[in-house]
């Protein structure tokens, strides 16, 4: 047949079968392992292949995996070879038994790769996308026929739209179906955001799916859902959609084949969930997703039922006509001002590819929903309109109106104060310009209600007809960690409790116990995922090692990837900005600084490599502007800096030597401290490292300051809604690093490396930022309460990240590149260190005697006065928040402690028996 001969060792074969061995018998972190000796080991050049290929360019590479189909597949190349667009190539890896088609196989000008053994689907489409020599791949199933247009549509999709990855619609190849496909096969003719859950009809950017690792080769399976998850991790701003113009006719398993298609489904939902929370989130929620699509025609429009009472939120319904390019103003407008959430904007969508265009650039932003025109028509009553909305309150506006400010809460006020049921604009000339809710002329506007059809509860309306949702953006999983953050969170809740659990046993106080968690010991082995470096000790990390073998150690570290800053500044602080700028510019590809409550723009930042927004524009966001401009870097490093410090000549490059140190995956800063647990106050720590402060070697902290504080983009995935509503950046940054298993490192470095040029001159008045917070920390303290920041729970995040950086680093290197020894060595040493123990530290219990003192004040208060103080009025200056400790003894304050406790409890007592 004129295959190559292969050479390649075929030991590497039996790694593999024996990963999938372990697999089977759901040992899953070893079979992880041995399938990454495998990956590392295989060489695809070497199967024997034959090449009949044209050497002409292509834009697509069509992968077809085939494992015993026979005729079935010979019909499905056939159908490939029918495509209108021409400019694609065809790979079959073929797993085996074909060899009774084998000549007519042989006849098709394709490359075609016989497989020494059966890979499986997921691992035989990663070595067509090894052989593919196109840009973008389109993975087929071998018993599946294609539509003549497929390419020619999944071309147009993929260029005019830049999507990461799309998924096609499957009909049956005959009608009456062989069996009944399940409901996620056909989702209509309506384009929208999914899982590649259909992984033999769907596309995907060749670049994109290498960089990720392709397809877990363990995964026979819902192996699409665990790609999506990956994918959309590491490209967060793409989109991955279902494009029903992807058709192929494929009929659903017999029920022969049934059982064990469930049972390796089954047995695929435990490893995800065991290595991949998001993954498994995203498969249960498309499930339940599915479940809720009406039975009946599938070419009908794919519809959502709405059997649930309406639901807190605001449902904007723009009514435009078949042109709908004048709403991106009204979006545009929408997303720089609108904090209320959450809101829903309904918009019609006669030619929906074209409406997609339009809404594209603020779908992560805002959930938008395309509707039928006949839904949205002129003519339709409002109230049918209406029972599109899926929360409470329902605002009309035509599609010539735009916002000019943050309007939506008093307009709800006031639809609140009149017992309205709907806001609507009857404007029907000039653009309306929202501008300010109270102004009554255009309240009356706005408050127009419609005389044919007035309902002022849209809780009474029916329930929903099955056809009349049909693009539903509430799980745009391209910005999946905005939305389903908090659903990912409890996914994975019970093997965070699982690690605390083991990470408990490993940190008990007995002398001589060693940790289950080897860090460097020449044998230890490590968990090998996707993120897995190459690296075995820190000297073969080449980036780190060039950086701190560099003659000059000063301005813009030599890195490949961009470095840029952002700041937000306040007036009063005009003074000291332009001294910081001239210390960060020669450090920097990009300063951008975000001007809080500035009557008009410093010319210190017209500068050629420092950029502006004004709140003027935006809104005062407070600390929060500091990440405005989040956007403008994507595979770089992204500092958050301050209006008040002088920052050193070096301080880029340390700071990026250190994130290379630590291989791009964790946050550094400078300013740094450790909370302690149990956590009753958000001011309490265990220890502090302060910013002007030296530190011998690099500390594992909890909470970061986010004034001297930088991370590579690809290891956090910020984004500046994680700021939302209300702006508390270093608890924020520090609880997405804590959700992502990230432990956060304060750099070693000399004392005053950072120096503040001066004091707040509110400061001593009690009038400045720290007091006013200290009074009120605004809900931090409730925010910190949710997360785990425990020793405990650290030092399995510390030690998977040691394990996966430098899995044989020595004690030695550990030493002299100024990790955290103390922390590691207390960890193999099953004991917790100092600064991490709350029975140890002097700080810790300082801030529970002076919390318990506020309380005891408060208290006090009531008691005296039956009313609830004025906490700015009893808490005048800081003294009298952090009350003295007039011991340096902490046993002593230990006994302090205890004694304020009985007092508050005795009052607690008193106040309860005087309230009955």
């Given amino acids: 047949m004129g295959f190559e001969v292969m050479t390649q060792n075929q030991n590497v074969f039996t790694i593999f079968e024996e990963a999938r061995r372990l697999y089977l018998q759901e040992r899953f972190e070893e079979a992880r392992e041995q399938m990454a000796v495998y990956r590392q ?16 360019s292509v834009h697509s590479s069509v992968i077809i995996v085939s494992f015993n189909a026979g005729t079935a597949l010979v019909q499905c190349l056939e159908s490939v070879f029918k495509q209108t667009d ?11 038994g074909n060899e009774a088609v084998s000549q007519q196989l042989a006849d098709f000008p394709m490359l075609w790769v016989s497989s020494p053994i059966n890979l499986l689907p997921s691992e035989g489409r990663n070595v067509g996308g090894h052989f593919a020599r196109g840009d973008r791949l389109i993975f087929l199933d071998d018993d599946a026929t294609m539509d003549s247009e497929y390419v020619s549509n999944a071309r147009e999709a993929m260029e005019n739209h830049d999507f990461l990855a799309i998924r096609g619609r499957i009909l049956p190849s005959v009608n009456p179906p062989k069996a009944q496909p399940p409901l996620h096969y056909d989702l209509g003719v309506y384009p929208l955001p999914t899982v590649l859950i259909t992984e033999g009809n769907m596309v995907i950017q060749k670049q994109e799916f290498v960089s990720v690792g392709g397809f877990d080769p363990l995964l026979f399976g819902h192996e699409g859902v665990e790609l999506t998850s990956r994918c959309l991790q590491k490209f967060p701003n793409r989109g991955i959609y279902y494009w029903p113009k992807l058709v192929i006719n494929h009929d659903f398993v017999s029920a022969e084949k049934l059982e064990a298609k469930k049972a390796r489904q089954t047995l695929a939902k435990k490893y995800i969930k065991v290595v ?23 070419v009908e429009p794919v519809s959502s039922k709405n059997d649930k009472a309406a639901t807190e939120g605001v449902s904007i319904i723009v009514r435009a006509g078949e042109d709908i390019r004048p709403v991106k103003k009204f979006l545009g407008s929408f997303v720089r001002y609108n904090t209320h959430k959450p809101v829903e904007i309904l918009i019609p969508a006669a030619h929906p590819q074209e409406a997609l265009s339009v809404i594209k650039p603020f779908i992560p932003r805002v959930l938008i929903r395309l509707l039928p025109p006949e839904i949205m028509s002129s003519q339709a009553p409002i109230s049918k309109i209406a029972k599109t909305a899926r929360y409470e309150q329902v605002m009309f506006l035509n599609e010539q109106a735009v916002f000019e400010g943050d309007v939506l809460p008093g307009l709800l006020e006031h639809l609140s104060s009149s017992q309205l049921g709907y806001i609507a604009s009857n404007t029907e000339n000039d653009q309306l310009k929202i501008q300010d809710y109270s102004f009554h002329k255009l309240i009356k506007g706005l408050f127009f209600l419609s005389h044919k059809q007035f309902i002022t509860d849209p809780k009474k309306v029916e329930k929903l007809p099955a056809n009349i949702v049909v693009y539903d953006l509430l799980r745009h999983f391209s910005y999946t960690q905005k939305f389903i953050a908090q659903e990912v969170e409890n996914a994975s809740s019970k093997r965070q409790k699982n690690q605390k659990n083991e990470a408990k046993e490993a940190s008990s106080q007995i002398t001589g116990v060693e940790t289950k968690y080897p860090i460097h010991t020449k044998n230890s082995k490590t968990k090998n ?29 030599p890195v490949r990837e961009k470095i840029i800053a952002g700041m937000a500044t306040i007036p009063s602080r005009l003074n000291t900005l332009p001294q910081v700028l001239e210390c960060l510019k020669p450090q920097f590809d990009h300063i951008y600084v975000y001007l809080n409550g500035h009557q008009k723009v410093p010319e ?9 927004a004004w709140s003027k524009n935006h809104g005062d966001l407070a600390a929060a502007g500091k990440f405005f401009f989040l956007p403008e870097v994507k595979d770089g490093y992204y500092f958050s800096v301050d209006d008040d410090f002088l920052y050193p000549e070096n301080y880029s490059y340390k700071m990026v030597t250190t994130l290379k140190k630590y291989k791009d995956a964790i946050p550094v800063c400078v300013h740094g401290s450790i909370f302690g647990e149990p956590l009753k106050w958000y001011f309490e720590r265990t220890a502090v490292y302060s910013s002007l402060h030296g530190l011998q070697h690099d500390r594992f902290i909890t909470l970061l300051g986010t004034g001297t504080f930088a991370f590579h983009t690809n290891s956090l995935n910020l984004d500046f809604d994680d700021f939302y509503p209300t702006p508390m950046c270093d608890l924020q940054v520090s609880a997405k690093a804590r959700k992502n298993c990230l432990p956060i490192i304060s750099l070693a470095r000399e004392s005053n490396w950072l120096q503040q040029i001066e004091s707040d001159p509110n400061k001593d008045a009690g009038l400045d930022y720290w007091n006013k917070m200290l009074i009120d920390d605004n809900g931090r303290t409730v925010v910190a309460q949710k997360y785990d920041w425990s020793f405990s729970c650290y030092q399995k995040t510390v030690l998977d990240l040691m394990n996966k950086i430098y899995p044989e680093i020595s004690d030695r290197e550990l030493s002299e590149h100024l990790f955290d020894f103390e922390f590691i060595k207390a960890v193999e040493l099953g004991k917790i260190p100092k600064d991490w123990n709350p029975e ?16 005891l004040k408060i208290l006090s208060h009531i008691k005296s006065q039956s009313s609830t103080p004025d906490l700015k009025k009893l808490f005048s200056n800081r003294k009298k928040i952090l009350v003295p400790v007039k011991t340096d003894n902490l046993d002593e304050l230990k006994k302090k402690t205890r004694e304020i406790s009985e007092q508050i409890k005795k009052l607690e007592e008193t106040l309860g028996k005087i309230s009955r």
């Fill in 86 to 96: 021409t400019g694609f190539e065809v790979i079959l890896i073929d797993n085996g």
């Fill in 529 to 557: 995922d996707f993120f897995h470096s190459k690296s075995l000790t820190i000297n073969e990390n080449t980036e780190y090692m060039n950086l701190i073998n560099n003659s000059k150690k000063t301005g813009r570290p």
């Fill in 41 to 56: 080991s295989v060489d695809y050049d070497s199967f024997p292949k034959q090449d009949k290929r044209s050497q002409k």
């Fill in 604 to 612: 210190c930042v017209r500068q050629d490599n420092v950029s502006y």
């Fill in 840 to 855: 140890l530290s002097f700080l810790f219990y300082k801030r529970k005697y002076q919390f318990l003192s506020r309380q």
């Fill in 276 to 298: 991949s929370p998001l993954a498994g989130f995203l498969s249960e929620e498309y499930l339940i997703w599915y479940s809720l699509r009406p039975e009946g025609s599938a």
